[in-house]
């Protein structure tokens, strides 16, 4: 008996044993509580299980399709969720999911994605386009589903008639025809409500509550973007008493989506939250900031797929970053080229112009602007304004090298500080492409080679003597100013009638001074260069090429006896103007060599002391020339001119040392020819005498 008592009650145990666990386990589940948040999904791939297309990608997006047409995919939370409490009523829960959408097309996109509570994460057998990968077209309305779906609807409705906006959210009972559904919208306040599209390419949040014992839910949905939350949902207190025939035992919470043939788009899932169990669940709030960067959004940009479209973006950026670079690099070298732009060294020279004011001065350097073609270039007129005070000569010079344009250009700087009432005021320069261009006050009444010869002479009347005279003694007085006066010593290169200037009172003004030098310094230095005209050049410049202000007076002295007798330096090759006034002043009879057209309308002893004095200055060696200084003297009767002495004249053997290697640029002289200048490589004198 004891036996059977203990028997008894070792069964009472253990079915005791046997009954706490299991009464344990069942009081467990009735009061189970779930509770998740994702802020991504990045190593959460055992807790999301994923089908078909569904993706957890490397930056934690859960992507459920992409955008390739009639495919599903599906995510559920891996563990069941259990939402029956004890009385096998509904318990509350409570989701929010922020997800983006981005269609192939804004036209094109589709099908749409679902939240779901379904019996099972296997949805086999889900089809795709209008089924969103949830059911098929054999089990779609079919009670024994125990399916429940918020569906997005980006398409033109599942049955055309039933739901017509292809941009709706519908509550869904084991059917894919909506029971009930609302356009999308949110409440941005009490009386304003915003539309907006699903399938935006932007993040869009959405809410939904569901309150167990009154079996009602909330929904909202809005841009997550937007600055604060919906003030109320979009779908309040919604009576579902439908969800108590869907929810059984253990559901599983997730979401399904699908493409269409044609219409398709991507659809991901940035972060999502669920709570359920216990009075009021709420689930914790997601913060976008929080959450992957939502995928680009290429929602706006067309049909491409993301690689072409980029790689299109790419390739036209690559494109007109160099067609900016070619256009930059064109217009670059056409304003260089125009003179535009300054290369370092023409910055900061005060007497710069500009070139395009200097085109616009002389009409675009039109012939008829053109005043005279002498020296190293061609002189226009140019007029700044319309005043005709504001008069400007403009010289255009092309230097055969650039090379010493440079220097030159420094020197100009300086020489536009000259000011002498017997010098051509130099305003300034400009360089443009391989010209160079000076400005010179403009003096209207032309170069004293034209008052001397111009053939067919306007007014008939010949220079007269006295100004004649007072010529030569300006054009002394401004030579003077160029070697003694001013802080430098300037030796002008190439005194000659043609660069000397005549004002309207007969005040000559001695132009181009130093410009000779830009042709020494543009040659090659192994070569001795003689720059000057031919005629004007002193003997020792053939010799050894120095320029000297004794060079400058030998030119003087040959332009003084020209002022005088009327007559060129030399003709073809024949004749020497010096040699021939020389042979006068040694007969003793000097005055014939006085310009006949004058007749007798001259001074006598002023015709002689110019005579002698032109002489004096041209005399073989440099040293026994009078300085510009003592030729003044001279002219204006300080002193007496000394005699001549027996070394003054040229011995053949000196003229042919003319013949000394040399490349020389030289400049002619003859204003009626329109020749203005020639350079000429040689090697024999006599191609240099009859080269002019
Ligand atoms: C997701 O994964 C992260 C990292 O593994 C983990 O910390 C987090 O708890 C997971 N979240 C959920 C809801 O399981
Ligand atoms: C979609 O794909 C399924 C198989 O994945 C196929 O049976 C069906 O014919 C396809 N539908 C269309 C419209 O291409
Ligand atoms: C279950 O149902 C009974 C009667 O309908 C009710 O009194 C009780 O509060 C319910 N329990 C819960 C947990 O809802
Ligand atoms: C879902 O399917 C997978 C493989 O097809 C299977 O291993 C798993 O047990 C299934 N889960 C459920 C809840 O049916
Ligand atoms: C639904 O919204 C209303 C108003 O905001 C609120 O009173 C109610 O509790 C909400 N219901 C749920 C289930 O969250
Ligand atoms: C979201 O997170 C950011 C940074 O963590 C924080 O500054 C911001 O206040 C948060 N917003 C909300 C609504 O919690």
Redesign the pocket.
């Known amino acids: 008996m004891g036996a059977a008592i203990s028997m008894v009650s070792l069964l009472f145990m253990f079915f005791l044993l046997l009954t706490i666990p299991v009464r344990a386990q069942r009081t467990r589940t009735e009061t189970s509580t779930t509770d998740f948040i994702f802020k991504g999904f990045t190593g959460n791939e055992t807790e999301i299980q994923t089908a078909e297309t569904a993706r957890i990608k490397p930056d934690g997006l859960l992507r459920l399709t992409d955008r390739n047409p009639n495919v599903t995919g599906t995510a559920f939370y891996h563990k069941p969720v259990r939402l029956l409490d004890q009385n096998s009523t509904v318990g509350s829960f409570s989701t929010s999911f922020v997800f983006v959408i981005i269609p192939t097309s804004s036209s094109n996109g589709g099908f749409g994605f679902t939240f779901t509570l379904s019996p099972t994460p296997n949805r086999t057998g889900a089809e795709s386009a209008q089924y969103l990968g949830l059911l098929n077209k054999d089990n779609d309305g079919d009670p024994r589903n125990h399916v429940f779906a918020v569906e997005f609807d980006t398409v033109q409705g599942f049955n055309d008639v039933v739901d017509r906006t292809g941009n709706h959210i519908g509550l869904n009972f084991n059917d894919l025809t909506s029971e009930f559904q609302e356009p999308v919208i949110y409440y941005a306040n009490h009386d304003r409500k915003e539309d907006f599209t699903l399938q935006s390419g932007e993040p869009i949040q959405a809410l939904l509550d569901y309150d167990g014992p009154t079996q009602t839910l909330n929904f909202t949905v809005y841009p997550a973007e937007s600055k604060s939350k919906p003030v109320r949902p979009l779908i309040l207190r919604r009576p579902v008493p439908k969800l108590s025939e869907i929810v059984q035992e253990e559901m599983y919470v997730g979401f399904t989506a699908a493409t269409g043939k044609d219409q398709s788009s991507a659809h991901y899932v940035m972060g999502w939250s669920f709570s359920s169990g216990g009075e009021h669940p709420l689930a914790q709030?997601l913060?976008?900031?929080?959450l992957p960067r939502a995928p680009p959004n290429t929602a706006k940009k067309g049909k491409y797929n993301p690689q072409v479209l980029s790689l299109i973006v790419a390739l036209s950026g690559v494109t007109l970053i160099l067609l900016a670079l070619l256009f930059f690099f064109v217009v670059y070298k056409k304003r260089l080229q125009e003179g535009e732009i300054l290369e370092d060294w023409e910055i900061n020279h005060p007497h710069r112009l500009r070139y395009k004011d200097l085109y616009a001065a002389t009409e675009g350097f039109k012939e008829y602007r053109i005043i005279g073609t002498g020296g190293f270039g061609t002189v226009y007129r140019g007029s700044i304004s319309t005043s005709s005070s504001d008069q400007i000569a403009v010289k255009k010079i092309t230097p055969n090298s650039m090379q010493g344009v440079r220097e030159f250009v420094a020197e100009i700087e300086s020489l536009g500080r000259l000011r002498h009432k017997n010098l051509v005021n130099l305003q300034g320069w400009c360089k443009h492409k391989n010209d160079l261009l000076l400005i010179y006050d403009y003096i209207p009444n032309g170069s004293l080679d034209s008052l001397l010869y111009s053939k067919p002479r306007q007014s008939g009347a010949v220079l007269s003597w006295n100004a004649r005279f007072q010529i030569a003694k300006g054009i002394a007085s401004g030579l003077l100013y160029l070697h003694e006066e001013w802080e430098k010593i300037v030796i002008h290169r190439d005194v000659k009638p043609s660069n000397v200037l005549i004002e309207s009172n007969m005040n000559p003004r001695l132009g181009d001074f130093g410009l000779a030098r830009l042709y020494e310094r543009g040659s090659q230095s192994h070569t001795t260069v003689v720059v000057g005209t031919i005629g004007y050049m002193a003997p020792e410049l053939t010799r050894n090429g120095n320029s000297s202000s004794a060079s400058d007076v030998y030119a003087f002295g040959v332009l003084l006896l020209e002022i005088v007798s009327g007559r060129r330096p030399t003709d073809s090759g024949t004749f020497f103007l010096a040699d021939w006034v020389m042979e006068l002043y040694a007969s003793g009879e000097i005055l014939p060599a006085v310009d006949p057209r004058l007749g007798s309308a001259y001074d006598g002893g002023e015709a002689k002391l110019a005579l002698s004095v032109g002489l004096l200055c041209c005399h073989q060696r440099p040293a026994s020339r009078p300085s510009m200084r003592t030729v003044l003297r001279y002219m204006n009767g300080d002193e007496d001119v000394p005699e001549i002495d027996d070394h003054w004249g040229y011995s053949d053997s000196s003229r042919s040392d003319f013949g000394s290697k040399f490349e020389g640029y030289v400049s002619s002289d003859k204003a009626s020819s329109s020749v203005a200048s020639f350079s000429v490589t040689r090697n024999s004198s006599s191609s240099v005498i009859s080269g002019r």
Do not use: T
Not at 287 to 290: A, F, R, T
């Open positions: 709030p913060n976008l900031s929080e």
